[in-house]
């Protein structure tokens, strides 16, 4: 079967759809994953849409599967991170949502117009394709530089609770050791009592006159 362009661009689609709802799937199974469920459905509807688009498709669709890339790239690095976001991350969030919004509302915009309109506006509509893609790229930049510090600052609160149950063990070894010796030194005085009794118990009793 020969591949077309509209095939091409199909399977395009489809690839991202399915890596998107992997991560909304991910989300609904994993606290830690919870931000990025709406994220993931944002995703998702935008990719359905530019199926729909006639005019700058190869850019929304390369737009599409661009974010598809980025919500992956967040999945991985927070089932890395295993903690909840902080404040300031699921800020960084919520920004990003917003500007996903602004892409949906703007592929929404340019399915519903008409022939002529969609060719009236193609020179802009692609201007402004490259400036939601700068929008979101900024978000997500932002994003993945500061999951990144919290991804490290966990690693290191892990290293730090391991380095003190390995001090505790430590200390219960060197409280071992110390029994044993009191032990020890408990046998070497039962020893000597012993040795003590025996020798009382061979020593001829005195005759009695």
């Not at 510090?149 to 730090?160: D, N, T, W």
Request: charged share 35%; with cysteine; net charge neutral.
């Amino acid at each position: 079967m020969t591949s077309t362009p509209r095939n091409r661009q199909l399977n395009i689609i489809d690839g991202a759809l399915l890596s998107a709802r992997i991560v909304k799937d991910a989300s609904d199974a994993a606290p830690v994953l919870g931000p990025l469920k709406a994220t993931a459905g944002l995703v998702i509807t935008i990719l359905e849409t530019t199926r729909d688009v006639k005019t700058n498709k190869e850019d929304w669709i390369t737009l599409g599967e661009h974010l598809s890339i980025q919500i992956k790239d967040i999945h991985d690095d927070l089932s890395r991170c295993q903690t909840p976001l902080s404040t300031e991350l699921l800020l960084v969030v919520n920004t990003y949502e917003q500007k996903l919004e602004n892409v949906l509302a703007k592929i929404r915009l340019t399915r519903g117009r008409g022939r002529f309109e969609r060719y009236l506006n193609s020179r802009t509509d692609k201007e402004e394709i490259a400036t939601l893609r700068r929008d979101v790229d900024t978000c997500w930049k932002d994003f993945m530089r500061k999951i990144t510090v919290q991804v490290h600052e966990a690693a290191l609160r892990i290293e730090e609770r391991v380095k003190s149950v390995g001090e505790d063990v430590t200390d219960v070894g060197k409280d071992l050791k110390s029994v044993e010796k009191d032990v020890k030194n408990v046998e070497k005085g039962v020893q000597k009592v012993e040795t003590s009794v025996d020798a009382i118990g061979k020593h001829p009793k005195p005759k009695s006159e």
